[in-house]
Each structure stands twice: as C-alpha cells, then as structure tokens.
C-alpha cells in the first residue's frame, strides 16, 4: 500500500485509514447536497473492448446504441464521436503511440484476438504469478539484448504467434497494457499514484489470463520503440494489473442506466471513495472524468460512500451482499446490510465500479457471513400444465383446441408487462424515473384453449427481470434478462413481487420502494424455427396502447429473438447474478460448447439469463411454419393459432372488471383497489 502523500488533496475531506476497512474519505468540514465533492480526472489505464472498437468514442467514451460513429480511423483501429474529440486525442498521443495502435491493429488483423474464459477456473497464487513473469522477462530480455537484432526480432515475432495459435492472443488485454504504457508515457507524474493504491496479490482470474497479459507483454516488447519498450517492463505491467482489479471503474453507456458494458478504467483519485449501500454521494461519469456530488447534506467528519452497485439500490439483501462479496470480496455490514430489507424489489443496476480500496465500515473488518438465501434453490420446472383444483375456477381448458398445435410453438399462455418506478416514485413521470421492466408468464398447455374467467393459479408463473427500462425494438437492441422467480404462485406474487416495500435507512430515514404498475395484457407463445427462438406476443389489454406502451416498446403485435446463456462461461462484463441456474448435466451438454443457444422452456429456471433481441419485422420470422406441418391440413397455422389464442383472451378478460386494472388484477387474484392503475400516460 502506498503512501498517504500520493492521495487526492482537497479543502472538503481527507484520506484517512479506518480501523479495519482500509482506507476512506472523510469530510473536514459540513457538505450541502449538490455540491461537487470530487472530479476524477486521473485516468491513468483503461481498456474499450474490442468489439465496441467502431461504436465507442476513444476520447469521451460517448455511444449511440451501437450506432457506428462518424470518424473512424481502421489503419490504427480508432474511432471518434467528432473532430474535436478526434484532435484531443491526437494531442495527447506523439507519433510513437500512435505507432504503437497500428502494430496492435496489424497483429489483431493477423491472428485474431481470444476473449474466451470458462468460469470457475482457479486463481494462479502469487508464486505462479511471479515464476512466470520472471520467465517471461528473462527470455524478453535476452532477445532484445541480443547481437543479432533481427534475429531477436523475428524469435519475438514467434513468440507472439506460438501464443495467438494458442489462444492466449487478446487484442483487449493488449489495449489495457498499451494504455496504461502511453499514460504513463505521457504523464510519469500520474504513477506514484497507481502504486499507493491496493494491490490484489492474485489479480488473473485464471491460467489462462495470465497467459495472455505476458502473451501481451511480449508483443509490447516486439512492436514499441526503444524508449516505451523500456517503461513496458514486466514488472510495470504486473503492478498495473495488481491494481487494476480493486481499483477500476465500469466504462458504461449514459443513456440506459449503462446496460452497455464496454470497458473499464482505474482514475486512482476515485479509489478511495468507499462503499455504502445507502450512499451519501452520487457518481456520475462525464466523459473521460468521474464526477462525484453530494447526495445529502454530509457533515463534518462523516465518511464520503459511494455505491458499487449503480444507482438503484432497491435489491434483496442477500442479492446485494452476495454480490459485493462476488465481485469485490468484502463483506458488507453497513447500516442498511444490518437491518432488514428483505422485501426490496428489483435487481440492481449495472455495476459502476470494478473493485475498490475498501469499504464504508466493511471491507476489512468485521466479516459476517452473509450466505445467499438457499430458499432460492430453485425446483425443476414442470412442463407447462394446469394444475388448478376443482374447487378453483380457470379458463383453461386442457385438450381444448381441436386439430394439432403447430410443431414450432414450444410453448403459450398469459403474459403480463409491468414496470417499477425508480426508489421513491410511485408514479413514474417520465422514462428516467422507471428503474426496470418485468414480464409475468403464465404458461398453459399447448394443445388447450381459453374459456370464460379467470386464468386461476397454477403454481406455475414465471418473472421475468429486465434490468433497462424499456424493452427491446430493432436488432441492436440486445438485452440482457434473467428469471427471477419460477414456479410462483398468485400468493408469492401478491407478497412478495407487486406491492410497495418501506425500509429503514440511518443516514436517510425510510426508503420507499415502489409497488408494480401494471402496463399490459395479452397472450405469447414460445416459437423455434430450427435456428432461433422467439417470443411472440398480442396485446389484449390496454385497447389502445398509450404513449408509456409505446415509449417503453410494446406493440400490438411484437417478438423477440431469445438465446440463453451458457453458465459455464462467465457472463459478459458484469451482468452475471450472484447464483447461477442449476440446470441438469443433460441441459449443460445440450449447450456442447456454445456459449449461447435458442432459448426452450426447460432453459427457463430461477437465475437463468437469457438475450432478448428485437424485432423490427413484427411476428413474421416467429410464426413461420414448420415445413412438416405445411402438408398436414389438421395442423393450425402459427399465426392462426395465435390469433384464436388472442380473440379468446379478449372475451375472457372483458368480463373480469369494469376498467383494465381490474381485469389484470382479477385475473391475479388481486384486488386492484390495493395496486396501481394500468398506466398508459406520462
């Protein structure tokens, strides 16, 4: 750990250690709400991810939904949002650095990059860490150092392709190591201040990983000059990467609560803020700078929290706590981890920050034992069916449809859209006070057909989390969902999904998590074409979709293309739940070794996530036939089918209530007068 004199220094706090949670910033004096605590411009090394490479401005990280921006410079692999980001840039970069992207372009061009990496793979410890560093470093050195330097150059060269036909050649880890090489480069000055931050002695998630940071160290070696060579030493690169992984901070897009995840960055002035589930300061990135502002009045001595987890809070406890612990290692026993918050709604938002220096009253202290709930075990799903009791009205009636269910629906039944409002707003008044958006599926057999009333309670529901607040539209639109309850009945949903929750805070008193609102109402089915999944849906309720419908993406008719995700591969850039699915060894082997394939109802289990892409072609593509139906005339047409499904949905569900409200809670069990109207307005 470094020394004190390489912090930020400022007239509003002080660094200071604190007993057993490392390091903390604390107010020196009394902090009205709003005031700008903090501006972290320091960014001293960062990576964008590749794949993001033409759609991610590398001056201000600004990204336009994947919308490919207007500068582009493919020779050094480079794009910007303007010319005037494009000039910052290059006025910050001298001719060897820019040398220094085009070797990096050309090599990627030349063997590819590899990013794959299976989850659960053991941490190297530090004396493997070292063992091959200083290997590495020694064969390094002795070919640069030779006679001969054209020999040496073409040995290294081999190097470089033993390691790109071995998969350990990552165009990203390279970017990381070479900017962090350029920063310091260009401002030596910022480096004392990269080395008083906390070091994690076993920094690579696998072999693997390190593997491809010394893969990258000996590229660096080959393709920079003599004077960045020099700074590119293994020692260098190993201190960055030892700081890096509690210390980063999440490059995410601005405009959708970051569901974009493309790179991240260490700004060691902001380290030093620590975590607080009930944070009494707000981050927020403004470009290339990280800027922190006073939620509250803070007074004089109080420690300065952020939170890691983005800026809802509004999740389980046990969620929250065994995804600290997940991902940085601590934990927490703030306030608010201490009481009880059980019934909190909603997954948290995208992670902002990657690791940290500690945290508020936790980290290092105390260690309580916080075990993610195993009530969560989730139980093997039943192939959709009825299970409701003769004593129990339903309007499903099994058997019902006559003539054969097409061969592509793998599934159908009731779907319900909801939205929660953002911590403390009831009534959202615009898009940005909604946290998130659900969906509610209630399968029923293939083959049955709808009667009059209610649907009646199956035990059999499913919800679905989609941590944006509006749905996806178009093919770039890709989401990231996961099921958050399985096999839930009416009573689990009344309890513990759609009403409000009040919980206590000590720094800001009661908190209110708002109740579920309802948006609409209709049927679905899940389909295969051989390829792909899809859902499609008809919306029976609202008649006429309003403009929160609309804002939020629904259409009277609509689908999207469904892929899950394989859990033995990590998840992409921190969308990962703390609890995985526990999928069967005979569903785990259906994946082979795709990381992604057509989501099927078995797929669907507590924890499952899943990518929801849109479809700006309507339910075309979900309700093609399959070819083996087309010559059997019992056989119903896709759309056909669901279309009956729809019309008898209508019928159904007019006679439930006087107003859609009632109709959708009624349908639940519910009484409307204790929920939110179906809000179609803003």
């Not at 350029?182 to 401002?187: K, P, S």
């Not at 076993?202 to 072999?207: F, G, H, K, M, T």
């Not at 449809?401 to 009831?426: A, C, H, M, Q, W």
Request: charge should be negative; include cysteine.
């Amino acid at each position: 750990m470094g020394s004190l004199s390489q912090v930020p220094q400022s007239q509003l706090f002080s660094i200071r250690e604190t007993p057993g949670a490392g390091r903390g910033v604390f107010a020196t004096k009394n902090i009205a709400r709003g005031t700008e605590v903090h501006v972290a411009d320091d960014l001293s090394a960062h990576v964008l991810f590749r794949e993001y490479r033409n759609e991610v401005c590398w001056q201000c990280f600004s990204y336009d939904r994947g919308r490919k921006l207007p500068i582009r410079d493919p020779d050094h692999g480079l794009a910007f949002c303007s010319e005037g980001c494009q000039r910052k840039w290059n006025g910050r970069h001298d001719r060897e650095c820019l040398q220094a992207w085009r070797q990096l372009e050309i090599q990627v061009k030349k063997s590819g990059s590899n990013t794959d990496e299976f989850a659960g793979a053991v941490r190297p410890g530090p004396a493997e860490i070292e063992s091959k560093w200083r290997a590495a470093e020694q064969t390094v050195k002795q070919l640069r150092g030779a006679p001969q330097q054209h020999r040496s150059k073409k040995e290294l060269a081999g190097l470089v392709a033993a390691s790109a036909d071995a998969g350990r050649f990552s165009a990203d880890v390279v970017s990381f190591q070479l900017n962090a090489v350029l920063a310091r480069h260009m401002d030596p000055g910022q480096w004392p201040a990269i080395l008083a931050l906390e070091e994690d002695t076993r920094p690579y998630s696998s072999a693997t990983d390190l593997d491809r940071h010394i893969a990258s160290y000996c590229f660096l070696a080959l393709a920079l000059p003599e004077e960045l060579a020099r700074i590119a030493s293994a020692e260098m690169l190993g201190t960055v990467k030892g700081r890096e992984v509690r210390n980063s901070f999440g490059i995410r897009s601005l405009d959708d609560e970051g569901c974009e995840f493309f790179g991240w960055g260490v700004w060691p002035s902001a380290s030093y803020f620590n975590h607080n589930c009930d944070p009494n300061t707000d981050k927020e990135r403004v470009g290339r700078t990280w800027v922190f502002r006073a939620k509250r009045d803070i007074a004089a001595g109080e420690e300065i929290c952020i939170s890691y987890l983005g800026k809802d809070m509004g999740i389980l406890r046990e969620e929250r706590t065994a995804l600290l612990k997940k991902t940085w290692g601590f934990d927490c026993i703030c306030q608010r981890c201490k009481g009880d918050d059980r019934s909190a709604h909603s997954f948290a938002s995208p992670c902002d920050k990657k690791g940290g220096t500690g945290t508020a009253s936790s980290k290092k202290g105390k260690q309580h034992d916080q075990q993610y709930d195993q009530q969560h075990e989730p139980k093997a799903d039943p192939e959709p069916n009825d299970n409701t009791t003769g004593e129990q009205e339903t309007a499903v009636e099994p058997h019902g449809r006559e003539g054969s269910t097409p061969s592509s629906f793998l599934e159908k039944g009731i779907i319900y859209f909801f939205l929660r409002g953002r911590v403390g707003i009831d009534h959202p008044e615009k898009v940005s006070d909604i946290a998130r958006t659900f969906m509610l599926l209630r399968p029923i057999p293939t083959d049955a057909k709808l009667g009059d009333g209610p649907i009646g309670d199956a035990g059999n529901c499913r919800l679905i989390a989609i941590p944006k607040k509006k749905l996806p539209k178009t093919g770039r639109d890709r989401w990231i969902a996961f099921v958050e309850k399985t096999n839930a009945s009416f009573d689990d949903l009344k309890t513990n999904f759609l009403p409000a929750n009040d919980y206590d805070t000590k720094t800001a008193g009661v908190r209110h998590s708002p109740p579920a609102v309802p948006l609409a109402q209709g049927v679905y089915a899940l389909t295969t074409t051989g390829r792909e999944s899809h859902m499609a849906y008809m919306i029976t309720l609202p008649n006429d979709l309003g403009e929160v419908q609309s804002t939020i993406g629904l259409k009277e008719k609509g689908s999207w293309i469904l892929s899950t995700r394989n859990p033995q591969y990590p998840a992409p850039g921190n969308t990962g739940l703390p609890e995985g699915p526990k999928y069967s060894q005979e569903v785990l082997d259906e994946f082979r070794s795709l990381r992604w394939m057509g989501t099927v109802p078995k797929h669907l289990v507590l924890n499952a996530q899943f990518l929801l892409v849109g479809e700006s072609s309507g339910i075309q593509k979900a309700m093609e036939s399959d070819e083996k139906d087309k010559d059997n005339d019992d056989t119903h047409d896709p759309i056909e089918e669901m279309e009956e499904l729809e019309h008898e949905d209508v019928k159904r569900m007019e006679h439930l209530g006087k107003t859609d409200s009632d109709a959708i809670f009624l349908d639940l069990e519910a009484y409307a007068k204790d929920h939110p109207q179906l809000q179609t307005e803003f």
